[in-house]
């Protein structure tokens, strides 16, 4: 049988007929199934389930691997919208993933976030996805799968691969927009509804940062300077931090300076240019915050 493979990073689509293996994309989910549009909230939607089984991935070809089960172990429904997918699984052990899109191709990765993979549709299909978490050493292990359209590391594999977490990145678009201000803009406070936090620890940009945040930014400012400060602000029932990159490169972050549990990263004097703001939840996961931007803290 003609296998054709086309690898990006430590991910894989491979062009193969799902008739030809073991794995049954026709049986019913065993840890369930769900329907999710573009802009799901929580994201990322979560499924503890139970990785590994008796079959030997590398049968679909390489570089599939692992232990998997003949039924898929989770089943999406996916509507698509802008954004991308992110379907990704942690565990104690070392997992893989196997996935069988829409186009009835395979998608499979090993290690990309340490010993747990992640696979990216950087241009998802609407459809059904079929997903089977494996175990690299055989056997099961308790694990957590992921649905995403928030986590990314910049990186464009094509639409098939797997992407790395690693560092926030200030080129990617800002998922919840953008906008141009001038010193003196009205309405102040300018607000922006947002769902804060991410799959990526603040903590890689210094120690002084906190939260989980998305490594594209979640909003970016373009601002002309006057003699006003500028602070930005988040308003949100879950405790939330912020990290900024400003118009001169440097990092601000901030966690509990604005009300309660809120944040606050204040530019007594602050340069024109632009600010990439994201909004990270203390706590990990993700909740629905408000972000300010104020001349009048």
Same mark, same amino acid.
């Given at each position: ?64 691997? #692992? =232990?998997? !089960?003949?039924? /898929? @172990?989770?089943?999406?429904?996916? *509507?698509? &919208?802008?954004?991308? $997918? ?75 691969? #797997? =992407?790395? !977490?690693?560092? /926030? @990145?200030?080129?990617?678009?800002? *998922?919840? &927009?953008?906008?141009? $201000? ?75 300076? #604005? ?13 024109? &240019? ?24």
């Amino acid at each position: 049988m003609l296998v054709r493979s086309i690898i990006a990073a430590t991910a894989a689509l491979l062009l193969v007929a799902p008739a030809a293996h073991a794995q049954d994309t026709s049986a019913q989910a065993t840890f369930g199934s769900v329907r999710l549009s573009s802009g799901f909230t929580p994201d990322p939607h979560t499924v503890s389930l139970t990785a590994g089984g008796s079959i030997d991935a590398s049968t679909i070809g390489s570089p599939c691997t #692992g =232990s998997i !089960a003949r039924a /898929p @172990d989770y089943e999406v429904t996916y *509507t698509a &919208g802008s954004l991308p $997918l992110y379907i990704s699984a942690t565990a104690s052990s070392d997992t893989t993933l196997v996935v069988n899109g829409p186009d009835g191709r395979w998608y499979c990765d090993d290690d990309t976030n340490g010993n747990n993979p992640l696979v990216t549709f950087n241009s998802p299909r609407s459809g059904t996805y079929d997903i089977w978490v494996g175990v690299y050493g055989g056997g099961t292990a308790a694990a957590t799968l992921s649905i995403s359209e928030l986590y990314s590391d910049g990186h464009d594999n094509g639409g098939s691969g #797997g =992407s790395g !977490a690693g560092y /926030p @990145d200030t080129s990617a678009p800002a *998922t919840f &927009g953008e906008t141009y $201000l001038n010193s003196g803009f009205t309405p102040d406070p300018h607000r922006v509804s947002i769902t804060a936090g991410g799959l990526l620890q603040a903590s890689v940009v210094s120690s002084d940062c906190a939260g989980s945040i998305a490594t594209a930014p979640d909003y970016q400012i373009t601002y002309t300077a006057g003699s006003l400060p500028l602070a930005i602000q988040t308003q949100s029932g879950t405790d939330t931090t912020l990290v900024v990159n400003g118009p001169d490169g440097e990092w601000y972050c901030d966690d509990d300076s #604005g009300d309660g549990n809120n944040a606050q990263v204040y530019f007594s004097r602050p340069s024109s &240019g632009v600010y990439d703001i994201w909004v990270g939840t203390y706590g990990g996961g993700n909740a629905s915050a408000t972000l300010l931007i104020t001349e009048v803290p």
